[in-house]
């Protein structure tokens, strides 16, 4: 039987293989330049998210029959839709957000998530936070979103839409509690992959006209990066968190994930694409931090209702 600690670890393996896609996705995005050049840098995204879900979908109905067999049932699709279209939406209006913003404040205003997650779940189970679990949460907020130093932040459309994304993203987080407590985590997977490739992919082809999918693939530099993207940062990571996530509270879900922009930050060091910075120390301090106070919270929870 998996229990809290096997399943914080997987977890914490999620956010290890997310901060990788920091990298895969900007090494792509530098291999990429002429057609980022020729059309919005959204719709060269959109087009690079869109065939990374895909192909996820496409391994997985390969090796699951699981996955094959949730493609015709109306429950599995009944029961996923959403989850596939929240994150759709989160991907989608944080990639266009990103062209008006820099990366330090799309990552400190997408780091609201872990608030936005912790009031949703209030508002469901109508429980009230006391003042540790309220600590935690704004502990990892801030050190996810001040991992490399403090924003800039003047309000925008770019601002906005980022802190929308951030809205969708926490949505995405409470409908993976809902979903894979009442159907197969891969079943949950397999549609979830497919909404968003093929929203992804949509949205690429309408806004960018007469973009070549398969040049675009194929360029030199492009290719490699969009396969570890598909193959770990997508196939891996969601059905890793669609298998262990039930085991926590969604907000703590959420606090463990905000570990993710550490490792980019890391990661994004050693290839020299981040300087080194002090804000690293501080931001994974405080995402630590948070992570404990919840976790005690939880104990303690646990503690009281055996009593």
Avoid at 126 to 144: D, H, Q, W
Wanted: glycine share 10%; proline share 2%; charged share 10%.
């Amino acid at each position: 039987m998996v229990g809290r600690r096997q399943a914080g670890m997987a977890l914490l393996l999620v956010t290890l293989l997310w901060g990788g896609t920091f990298v895969w996705m900007k090494q792509a995005l530098n291999a990429a330049q002429s057609f980022t050049q020729t059309y919005n840098a959204s719709s060269v995204v959109g087009v690079m998210v869109g065939f990374r879900f895909l192909l996820a979908a496409l391994i997985l109905l390969t090796i699951s029959s699981t996955a094959r067999q949730s493609l015709s049932s109306k429950h599995d699709w009944t029961g996923s839709i959403w989850l596939g279209i929240a994150m759709l939406l989160g991907y989608g209006i944080q990639m266009v957000g990103l062209e008006s913003i820099s990366p330090s404040v799309s990552a400190f205003l997408t780091s609201l998530y872990v608030v936005f997650t912790a009031l949703l779940s209030l508002k469901i189970t109508e429980k009230k936070m006391n003042r540790i679990f309220i600590l935690g949460v704004l502990s990892a907020t801030f050190g996810a979103g001040f991992i490399d130093g403090p924003p800039q932040l003047v309000w925008g459309w770019g601002e906005v839409l980022t802190v929308i994304s951030a809205l969708f993203f926490a949505i995405h987080i409470i409908l993976t509690d809902i979903a894979t407590k009442r159907l197969n985590p891969i079943a949950v997977s397999q549609i979830s992959f497919i909404i968003v490739g093929i929203g992804a992919l949509g949205f690429g082809l309408i806004s960018a006209g007469e973009i070549s999918i398969l040049q675009l693939i194929l360029h030199d530099g492009v290719l490699l990066p969009l396969l570890l993207l598909s193959l770990f940062g997508t196939l891996v990571c969601l059905l890793v968190l669609n298998f262990f996530q039930k085991y926590f509270h969604p907000t703590h879900a959420a606090i463990i994930y905000a570990f993710e922009p550490v490792w980019a930050t890391i990661y994004g060091i050693q290839v020299g694409l981040v300087d080194v910075s002090g804000w690293l120390w501080v931001g994974g301090l405080a995402i630590l931090i948070g992570n404990i106070l919840v976790e005690l919270e939880a104990k303690n929870n646990k503690r009281d209702a055996a009593i």
